[in-house]
């Protein structure tokens, strides 16, 4: 058997007082923190900033890992060494949009996919904007080169590559 509460202890308070005095407390912490993003990609990144690309080599699957990680997705093992991968590249995928990064129509399209960098493992690459090629001129399969940023601009970014751009002939 229960027994009734006629009037529990206590105030009570309104809706309007329960938010301000009990659910909410000024407090503007002095918050200090530190983001790693981790062994493979802050290598990668700092790579980028020299100019370089750089992957993880498998021996036991005999690949390369571009992005590089620190581990083989496919024996699931540690990755064995640093490799200098080429800027160039081919065009495994892409798209012609446009919207902007802010959903907003314009005029002249941006162009984005995927490119199979040279000295990594089939189908191993990184997404990206290319330049230098119309509707008309880009396409599946096409050679492309990765045009960097002057080195007093870049900072450790995927975008210290500002595009791919096609590879002109004889150029390796």
């Known amino acids: 058997m229960t027994a009734k509460v006629a009037k529990w202890p ?14 909410s407390v000024r407090f503007r912490p002095e918050a200090k923190f530190a983001w790693s993003a981790g062994e493979a990609m802050s290598r990668f990144l700092a790579e980028l900033k020299e100019g370089r690309l750089i992957a993880r080599t498998c021996r036991k699957c ?7 990680r620190m581990f083989c997705e496919e024996c699931f093992r ?34 984005v996919g995927v490119v199979s960098v040279d000295g990594a493992s089939p189908k191993m690459g990184i997404m990206h904007y290319f330049g ?11 050679r492309v ?26 150029e390796k």
């Open 10 to 23: 206590g105030t009570e308070l309104s809706a309007k007082e329960f938010y301000e005095k009990v659910t």
């Open 132 to 142: 230098e090629v119309t509707p008309e001129t880009i396409r599946i399969g096409m």
């Open 78 to 111: 540690p990755t064995d060494a640093w490799t200098v991968v080429r800027d160039t590249g081919t065009i495994e995928t892409y798209s012609i949009s446009y919207i902007d990064l802010d959903a907003k129509r314009i005029e002249e399209p941006v162009y």
């Open 145 to 170: 080169k990765a045009v960097w940023r002057p080195p007093e601009e870049r900072e450790g970014s995927v975008l210290d590559i500002r595009y791919w751009r096609p590879l002109r002939e004889g």
């Open 62 to 68: 005999k690949r390369v890992l571009f992005p590089p």
